[in-house]
């Protein structure tokens, strides 16, 4: 059974800093990974899709990578502004049959301090 | 574009009371289309996923039910609400990539 693990649970910084969120997962044999944002009482936004084949995605101030081998992907935030203050949601899709069904983690709570 | 749509955005029912949500999409044709419940403290669990009309799996045995009547509709519903029922309950659809896309959510609260 599929297991995605998020850390750290809550993180705070300054404006300004670049940041790295962690996700790891326990079956490696994914068909793609997911980055999503959750404001308070809102949706999910789609921030960024890696397919299993590639290594990295970019989207603005935003970077994700994956290594499928070791079961990790990490988040990385430039530059942090407040309105990046959110939970962040890594989810896995797996192989297979199983291609419709994502996995998720259960967050990482980002505060920006101005 | 796509879009997604839920209804109602929050409701609060009594205990044993009928619930039904609706879901819809606009923009894109045979998706797969999904529900899922985030309760507090936990993560997103998915409830059901549906690959065309009439078509409903279902990943958790449940107080709940899933209907697809059109390709772009999804509802979900139960005859007798439970206290552990309550939650955010999200709709999504996928896109071609297996990318999943969510709606705005339904807040329930049973009380």
């Known amino acids: 059974k599929q297991e995605v693990t998020q850390i750290p649970a809550a993180l705070s910084v300054p404006e300004g800093e670049n940041l790295v969120l962690n996700c790891s997962f326990t079956?490696?044999?994914?068909?793609?990974l997911q980055w999503f944002r959750q404001d308070p009482g809102k949706g999910l936004t789609s921030l960024l899709l890696?397919?299993?084949?590639?290594r990295e995605q970019t989207s603005g101030r935003l970077n994700a990578s994956l290594d499928k081998s070791s079961g990790r992907s990490t988040l990385y935030i430039a530059a942090s502004q407040p309105g990046d203050s959110a939970t962040y949601l890594c989810?896995?899709?797996?192989?297979?049959?199983?291609?419709?069904?994502?996995?998720f983690g259960k967050g990482t709570l980002l505060t920006v301090n101005p | 574009s796509q879009t997604i749509h839920q209804w109602p955005a929050t409701l609060v029912q009594p205990v044993g009371s009928p619930l039904s949500l609706e879901c819809t999409v606009e923009?894109?044709?045979?998706?797969?289309l999904y529900w899922y419940r985030q309760a507090a403290g936990r993560g997103l669990q998915l409830l059901f996923y549906?690959?065309?009309?009439?078509?409903i799996s279902s990943e958790v045995p449940q107080n709940l039910s899933a209907s697809r009547p059109q390709d772009r509709q999804f509802i979900l519903s139960s005859k007798k609400l439970l206290l552990s029922d309550s939650g955010f309950y999200l709709c999504?659809?996928?896109?071609?990539?297996?990318?999943?896309?969510f709606g705005p959510g339904t807040r329930l609260t049973v009380l």
């Open positions: 999504a659809w996928g896109g071609i990539k297996n990318e999943q896309f």
């Open positions: 079956d490696s044999a994914i068909y793609n």
């Open positions: 890696i397919q299993s084949s590639q």
């Open positions: 989810a896995v899709t797996g192989s297979g049959g199983s291609n419709y069904k994502l996995t």
């Open positions: 923009g894109t044709s045979n998706p797969n």
């Open positions: 549906s690959v065309g009309i009439g078509q």
